[in-house]
Structure formats: C-alpha cells, structure tokens
C-alpha cells in the first residue's frame, strides 16, 4: 500500500496496511543527518521528503501560503503581516520563529496589500511538491499546507493590538472576512486540481484555554471553516486542521464544521479533560486524530516513558483506523536521535495492521 492510500483510507476510518505517520515540523538537523540527508543541500522538498520517507513518516507538506512579502537583515514580514525572524540552535538548525505583528491598527491593516488566493506560486508549490512524491513513487504523500483564519490574523497584529480591535465588531469581521474568503478561493483552487488533504495551519488557542471566547469562534470563525470543509468535500478533498492548545470548549463546533483530521492534540494542556483517548471514546468515530506525543517527553523523558506511551497511542488509538501517529506538536532541536528512534520503532513494530499490542 502506498502513503496516499494508506492515509486516505486511515481519515475514512479504515484499516490500512499500517499506522502512518506525520510531523508539523520538523526542526533538528541532527536527527536528520542521523537518516543520512544534509539540511544544507537537500533543496527545495526533495531533501525533506526523502528524509520523511527514511524515518517512516507517510504525510509530508507543501507550503501555499505564508510567503515573504517584505524583506529585511535576518528575517522577513510574510503576506498576513507577521514579523519572522531566523534563529539557530546549537546543532545549526534554522528555525523561522515569529517575532510579533506588523500592523500597529485597524488602518495599518486597510494600507495592507491583502493575499492573493490566485498567485501562481501557490499551485507552484502544491505541483512541485505533487511531482516530487510521484519521482518517489508515492512513499510520501505531499499535501498542501496554507495559513487561515485565528492564527495569522492576531499574529499580524500582535496580540495586544489584536485584543482591542475584537471590540470593534465591524473591523474585525472585516478582517476575519478577508481571511475567511481567501482562504476558502485557496482551498477551492488546490481541491480543484487534485489536491486530496488541505492542512489548515489555524491555532485556536493556548495551554490554559482558548485566544477568544467560544461565542467568538462561532461568530468569525466557524462559518467560514465549515465553508472551507463543504467546498474541499464537494471535490472529494478532506481538511487536516492544525490546531495547538486547550480546545476543549470548542471541539464539537470543529467537528460540526466537518473537519477531517485535527493535529496535534497537545497532551501538555492545563486542562485534564482535554486528553486524547478521553475524546477517542466520546468523537473517535466522527475525527481522526493525528499526534499527541509530548514533545517535552521526547526531549526529556526516560527511553521507555516513550515507548509505553507511543504503544498506549497505537494500541488504543489506532484499531479501526482514524489515528495517524505524530508528536505532540513537532520535532524540534532538544529532542535527541535515542528518543526520536525510540518513538519510530515502536510504531515500526507495533503499527502493522491488525493492531496486538498486549496492555
């Protein structure tokens, strides 16, 4: 079974050959250079699809959004105004880390030159990395990945500047309008030339709770996402929604909008009731759901925390499809090559199908 079949049929609730697996990011040359792939001259999508498939990762992306638009010394303001900064660690892996909003108003915001959905590097990126996956014969599964509607909006503010313009009813469902639209034309556009998933990046909210309150959400923001889900469904495209923090007061509108995978499920939340194999019984037949492994556990657990942890996700999650093995969030540089192949292994052999792994 090929990685395009083996994650189409896991999001449909079925049993493929076995857990497939993905990542959001991944931010650590030394794991990568453990697999044999030089960060430094793997260009373009190829060095990270190649790397993705040597680690056993099924579902890699393509980035149709979140472009520069405007340059400067050590960074770049990208297309929804966010200010992004290169930074380092230790092991000289480049992270592109946010750096606060650049618009300081509403009219900052009007000057503003919004995305255009119909830029032509948008398909670009989509086709290019289509055409990469198909030289690889499908062992990857590349998706196009695009901004939305929560995330990049008060990220191009700031938060506090975003705070009070949510006061203003008619400024900021102007706003969330213009990234609602877009959005929507985007996903139109890729469903519209065989684009299968869209991954939505769109953070809902933090540890401790949510940025806005639920009533918010269900004003601005849901009924542009179940928009987004009808259009993708109606060209057999599925919706795979990025969404950090505590989402617990909001998790059924989700559903209801008709997203089809959400990631990460962030097993580090204040809130308990937020836990994976909690919401597994209550929606695991209406969502499928992708991560949950605490990065802070793969940078700073024992070996067999790991491992039972990673075996409690396959064994409980995985029977019946509808779970697609990830992190919590991604890798990023702390997580050392012991504990990141402990994670893998587990998967490699536990995750064929029919699931056995014994409590």
């Known amino acids: 079974m090929n990685a395009p079949e083996r994650i189409l049929k896991t999001i449909e609730h079925e049993e493929p050959d076995r857990v497939p697996a993905f990542e959001s990011a991944f931010t650590n040359n030394t794991i990568i250079k453990y697999y044999g792939i030089d960060p430094r001259k793997s260009g373009g999508y190829k060095g990270s699809y190649e790397f993705s498939y040597k680690a056993g990762i099924d579902l890699v992306l393509s980035y149709v959004s979140l472009f520069p638009r405007k340059m400067f010394r050590g960074g770049y303001i990208d297309e929804y105004g966010r200010v992004m900064k290169y930074e380092y660690a230790e092991d000289k892996t480049m992270i592109l880390a946010y750096h606060g909003g650049h618009f300081e108003s509403f009219e900052d915001y009007e000057s503003w030159e919004q995305p255009d959905p119909n830029l032509k590097m948008r398909l670009a990126h989509f086709l290019s990395g289509r055409k990469i996956q198909k030289e690889m014969n499908d062992v990857v599964f590349s998706i196009p990945a695009t901004g939305s509607l929560m995330e990049c909006t008060w990220e191009g503010f700031g938060i506090e500047t975003f705070s009070r313009i949510l006061g203003r009813d008619k400024q900021i469902k102007r706003i969330f309008d213009d990234r609602g639209s877009f959005t929507l034309e985007v996903v139109k556009i890729l469903a519209e030339n065989d684009a299968q998933i869209v991954l939505l990046w769109d953070d809902y909210g933090f540890k401790n709770g949510l940025f806005m309150s639920p009533r918010l959400y269900r004003k601005y923001i849901?009924?542009?996402?179940?928009?987004?889900?009808?259009?993708?469904?109606?060209?057999?495209?599925?919706?795979?929604?990025?969404?950090?923090?505590?989402?617990?007061?909001?998790?059924?509108?989700?559903?209801?909008?008709?997203?089809?995978?959400?990631?990460?499920?962030?097993?580090?939340?204040?809130?308990?009731?937020?836990?994976?194999?909690?919401?597994?019984?209550?929606?695991?037949?209406?969502?499928?759901?992708?991560?949950?492994?605490?990065?802070?556990?793969?940078?700073?657990?024992?070996?067999?925390?790991?491992?039972?942890?990673?075996?409690?996700?396959?064994?409980?999650?995985?029977?019946?499809?509808?779970?697609?093995?990830?992190?919590?969030?991604?890798?990023?540089?702390?997580?050392?090559?012991?504990?990141?192949?402990?994670?893998?292994?587990?998967?490699?052999?536990?995750?064929?199908?029919?699931?056995?792994?014994?409590?």
């Open 222 to 359: 849901f009924p542009w996402i179940k928009q987004i889900c009808d259009a993708a469904h109606k060209l057999d495209c599925k919706i795979l929604l990025h969404s950090d923090g505590d989402l617990m007061e909001i998790f059924e509108d989700i559903i209801k909008c008709g997203v089809d995978a959400l990631n990460p499920i962030e097993s580090t939340t204040a809130n308990p009731d937020y836990d994976i194999f909690k919401l597994n019984e209550k929606y695991g037949d209406k969502i499928t759901f992708v991560g949950n492994l605490s990065p802070i556990l793969l940078a700073m657990g024992e070996i067999s925390e790991i491992e039972d942890y990673a075996k409690k996700l396959i064994r409980e999650l995985a029977p019946g499809g509808g779970y697609i093995f990830s992190s919590g969030h991604s890798i990023n540089p702390a997580v050392t090559v012991d504990r990141f192949e402990a994670m893998q292994n587990i998967k490699r052999k536990y995750g064929t199908y029919p699931i056995n792994i014994p409590d």
